[in-house]
């Protein structure tokens, strides 16, 4: 005799427990939503485990394509450490990073700027309260990050842009050389100078909050199951999803699947243009003067982040295919720089880190309703900035499912905008 397995249901199924996917089932939760969370692997584990932890309440200004010739032939020659790309990928690359250039431009670019503006400024209120709930506030290094420079030119570029971040209302403090080594005695004395975004925080274990704030939603009520988000097809007026424990029905789902996202959304008949870039960290021993503050290297377009696992080294962007083997070219390359900018120690990981961040042509992720399948919801997208913008991101999604008032315009986001 044949035994059926039961179907579960749910209010809301949430398909993807990264950062992106934890918030979005807390702020529905907390609109009194019944949850449940699907991944196929451990919470944080892929996309969200490897980034410099910041929480960038100062970056009003998403990254643009560069648009001057001298900048695009060196990265055309590999001659530039920020980015690496590979040949065989460009072809499929081709038509995002000619949308991405086109929003880059003059005329566009003011548009990106609009649309982040209140993820940014909402991202560290709408973290704070879950990370006190999730009793994490260790996490928290509350020092900011410091850009700095060896060179005249990226030091007027550097220069400029915090000019224009005081528009915003941030606060920003440039650094003569004096003072940066008083802040960060083990820096390089030939630095030259830096600019210092104290507004930001730094998570310090990224895929530990992960591992928190799901831990709160399950303290909370809610249910995490591994499952196949892939599976997610329509059946009559629900969603049905297949898991470990069997099927797995819901009013309503969230593709929260950050890099994969588009998959299923290409599956259901969307083209949203998006590229992918790839990232690579690796963890070095510290010595007695570890930074206290993330440190960007403008000139050499990575950062040095202090973590519990070590000093950690991450790289600029990789333009690759999101499931090519890995070739962490930069890390190799960017080693040797980041000691001559800090004293690190020995390597603590065997190999580099490797994690891919989806991003769409105009800079802003993609929160909003599936405008052809009812019930359905997108919530990926967000390039470098999945941390910063998850929690506020989550919120303005859990406000346009259960009918409240948003407290941002969500049209910048929307799915068919493309």
Not at 341 to 355: K, P, T
């Amino acid at each position: 005799m044949q035994h059926t397995i039961p179907t579960t249901r749910s209010d809301i199924a949430v398909l993807g427990a990264g950062i992106i996917g934890v918030c979005v089932a807390l702020k529905l939760q907390e609109q009194g939503r019944q949850v449940l969370l699907i991944d196929r692997d451990h919470p944080g584990a892929a996309t969200s485990f490897g980034n410099a932890g910041l929480i960038e309440r100062s970056s009003v200004f998403p990254y643009s394509f560069p648009r001057d010739w001298s900048t695009l032939i060196a990265y055309a020659l590999q001659k530039k450490t920020a980015a690496h790309y590979h040949w065989k990928a460009l072809p499929s690359l081709m038509p995002w990073l000619v949308g991405y250039w086109r929003h880059s431009s003059p005329n566009l670019y003011p548009a990106a700027i609009a649309g982040a503006l209140p993820l940014i400024e909402n991202s560290w209120t709408e973290h704070a309260p879950l990370i006190e709930a999730a009793g994490v506030s260790h996490l928290v290094n509350q020092n900011g990050w410091i850009k700095v420079w060896r060179h005249q030119d990226t030091e007027e570029a550097s220069l400029d842009q915090a000019k224009q971040s005081l528009a915003y209302g941030l606060s920003v403090k440039v650094l003569s050389k004096v003072e940066l080594q008083i802040k960060e005695p083990g820096l390089d004395p030939d630095v030259i100078g830096g600019v210092h975004y104290p507004d930001s925080r730094q998570i310090q274990d990224p895929q530990a909050l992960t591992t928190a704030y799901l831990n709160l939603f399950l303290q909370r009520g809610g249910r995490f199951i591994p499952g196949d988000a892939q599976s997610l097809q329509r059946d009559g007026q629900r969603w049905q999803v297949t898991t470990v424990e069997g099927p797995h029905s819901a009013d309503a789902a969230v593709v929260a699947l950050g890099p994969w996202g588009e998959d299923l959304a290409q599956k259901l008949g969307y083209q949203l243009k998006m590229g992918r870039k790839r990232g690579y960290h690796m963890h070095f021993a510290a010595s007695d003067k570890a930074p206290q503050h993330v440190i960007v290297d403008v000139d050499n377009g990575y950062a040095l982040a202090p973590m519990r696992q070590g000093i950690r080294l991450t790289t600029g962007a990789e333009f690759a295919l999101r499931d090519a083997p890995p070739t962490p070219v930069q890390i190799e390359r960017l080693e040797p720089i980041a000691r001559t900018l800090y004293s690190l120690g020995a390597r603590l990981d065997q190999q580099a880190w490797m994690g891919s961040r989806p991003c769409t042509i105009d800079m802003l992720p993609i929160i909003g309703a599936a405008p052809r399948h009812p019930g359905l919801w997108f919530c990926f997208g967000h390039a470098h900035h999945g941390l910063t913008q998850a929690a506020v991101s989550a919120r303005l999604l859990a406000e346009m499912i259960c009918g409240r008032e948003t407290f941002a315009d969500p049209k910048p986001y929307r799915v068919d905008r493309f």
